[in-house]
Nanobody
Framework: QVQLEESGGGWVQPGGSLRLSCVASGRTDGYAVMAWFRQAPGKEREFVMAIGRSGGSVNRADSVKGRFEVSRDNAKNTWYLEMNNLQPEDTGVYHC????????????????????WGQGTQVTVSS
């Protein structure tokens, strides 16, 4: 059974940084695409960033360009979200997701492309 587990969330002041991790277990042949989504209170879950298997392809939401970076360690079935210059609007529950198949990079923003999801980790940005 595949399980994804996030860690690294917490509270940070505006302008601060956090690094989220997601560890995947239960699948030995890896994941084609690994992604991060977030859900703010009262809002729908939204795409943040995604990375392909080789790490050479990345898709990111406009709202995080220049501030967030994603990386992965295939040997550890782990991927990361480095978040810098965090702002209150970044507050929410961050979920990692993994896709067994590699779709067109433009479709990586769609939740229905992902087969596995973590429970989420809370990120709160406030002063």
């Amino acid at each position: 059974q595949v399980q994804l587990e996030e860690s690294g969330g917490g509270w940070v002041q505006p302008g601060g940084s956090l690094r989220l991790s997601c560890v995947a277990s239960g699948r030995t042949d890896g994941y084609a695409v690994m992604a991060w989504f977030r859900q703010a209170p009262g809002k729908e879950r939204e795409f943040v960033m995604a990375i392909g298997r080789s790490g050479g392809s990345v898709n990111r939401a406009d709202s995080v360009k220049g501030r967030f970076e994603v990386s992965r360690d295939n040997a550890k079935n782990t991927w990361y979200l480095e978040m810098n210059n965090l702002q209150p609007e970044d507050t929410g529950v961050y979920h990692c997701a993994a896709a067994a198949r590699r779709y067109n990079i433009g479709s990586w923003t769609s939740m229905d492309k992902y087969d596995y999801w973590g429970q989420g980790t809370q990120v709160t940005v406030s002063s």
